[in-house]
């Protein structure tokens, strides 16, 4: 089952003018970085992340908001890309035209070589102003968020939390890139965060073929095309594969 439709994917990739992979934090899971639903065990237990991830917590509590993306920068740093995002990149490499719009704020697609990353959420490592939004560089090694060095508001991490806007430059290239797509591949995500999730029914509703690779049933499944029941880590280096026998690629 899962091979037919793996087999059916990489045909309707290879066929494509423009192909479109939305990724959520199921691709990393599978590099060592919980996802927020497997994130219940250990130091962070009592908290949920959702009360975490926002401007709201910041302001009641920045200290414990601060020493949990340190520990969240932490993990990340420990960790290796994996084989599901090494496939992304040569897929980029492979295809004439990949974008890829990622939910996930660790870095792993860069990391893994993917040159255009359309970070949907922001970045983990990166540091901003609470107060301008103007990226910071600061010590983030201490317990407490550090003073902007600008208008000396609290710096915190360069993420979009819960009920704040997405970028607008990364809002654009994403609507553009579900728009313009001939197939939409949401691997590792629930599809429950929205607006990201939206950009799969806006890809369905200019035209394109959508698939999931996901090991687990998720809100998406009754409307996509083709379903792969398989880790990223697996799925993706064996469509790769199916991709590179269609056009030719090594
Ligand atoms: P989510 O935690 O809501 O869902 C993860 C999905 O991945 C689930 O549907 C799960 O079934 C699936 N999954 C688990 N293991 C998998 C594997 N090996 N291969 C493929 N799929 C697998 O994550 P989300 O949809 O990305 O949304 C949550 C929000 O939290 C996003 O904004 C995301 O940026 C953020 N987040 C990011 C990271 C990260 O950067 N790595 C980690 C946790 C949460």
Not at 12 to 35: C, E, N, Q, R
């Amino acid at each position: 089952m899962n091979e037919a439709s793996l087999d059916a994917l990489a045909a309707a990739m290879a066929a494509a003018s423009t192909v479109t992979v939305l990724t959520g934090a199921g691709v990393s899971a599978d590099s060592g970085v919980p996802t927020f639903r497997d994130a219940g065990e250990g130091l962070w237990a009592r908290f949920r992340p959702e009360e975490l991830a926002s401007p709201e917590a910041f302001d009641h509590d920045p200290d414990t908001v601060w020493q949990w993306y340190r520990w969240r920068q932490q993990c990340v740093q420990a960790v290796e890309p994996n084989a599901g995002h090494r496939a992304l990149a040569r897929l980029e490499a492979d295809l004439p035209d990949l974008r890829l719009i990622t939910q996930n704020v660790d870095g792993l697609h860069a990391r893994a070589g993917h040159r255009n990353v359309i970070e949907f959420h922001g970045n983990l490592q990166v540091n901003v102003c609470h107060a301008e939004g103007r990226r910071v560089t600061v010590d983030d090694e201490a317990d407490s968020p550090p003073a902007c060095p600008r208008c000396g508001a609290l710096v915190r991490p360069g993420v979009v939390w819960f009920g704040e806007a997405i970028p607008p430059a990364a809002l654009e290239q994403a609507v553009a890139a579900a728009e313009a797509c001939d197939v939409l591949l949401a691997a590792g995500t629930s599809a429950q965060v929205y607006p990201a999730a939206g950009l799969i029914d806006l890809a369905r509703r200019h035209g394109a073929t959508t698939a999931a690779i996901n090991p687990d049933a998720s809100a998406l499944d009754p409307a996509l095309d083709i379903r792969i029941a398989m880790g990223a880590a697996e799925a993706l280096p064996a469509l790769r594969d199916r991709v590179a026998a269609i056009t030719g690629g090594s």
